[in-house]
């Protein structure tokens, strides 16, 4: 009877936990968690040796891999690493339209839940929307980037990790 009766109690917990799994996006960007190296990304997105990695033009600390021409939707996927650790991705659409934004960020409240904020930013006389989804912060923040008709992207942030760099940066 105790056995069966903890088969029972382990079968419930293990079923709990794999629905648990299953609700939470990954902890990283699409197929690979936040932290891997430069060859993990390159392999897990067929990244050929021959796209070059380079220095962000904002930190020295900060190598990019763009991978460009991803789809008839996607323009480029930056991956940004610090210390060879994946922290963020963005991900830059051809079409830049109120339609398509509106469409991704229904796609993005569905995955990550409602919008935790908003801004606005002016540059160059455009004006940029953006929203943020940090249901699942300091693990995996979200936000959307729009500015009508000229730009439409998507930033995954390992919030924790770039948190912790720029308070490093500082001395804290």
Known sequence: MKKQFFLAVSFMLFFLFSIT???RPIMG???????ASIADVRIAYNIS???SIYVHPDDS???????ENISDNIITRDFMFIDNKLYRVWVTYTNSNDSTARTLRNLLESRFGSPTGFDTEIHDNRMTSIIIFGYYSPDLEVFIEHGSNWLLR???TWKKFRDEYMASLFGL
Do not use: L
């Not at 600390?61 to 991978?67: D, M, R, S």
């Open 49 to 51: 040796e021959e796209i």
């Open 154 to 156: 998507v930033c995954y």
């Open 61 to 67: 600390n900060v190598i990019v891999i763009t991978q």
């Open 29 to 35: 960007f699409d197929i690979v968690e936040w932290g």
């Open 21 to 23: 799994a299953q609700s």
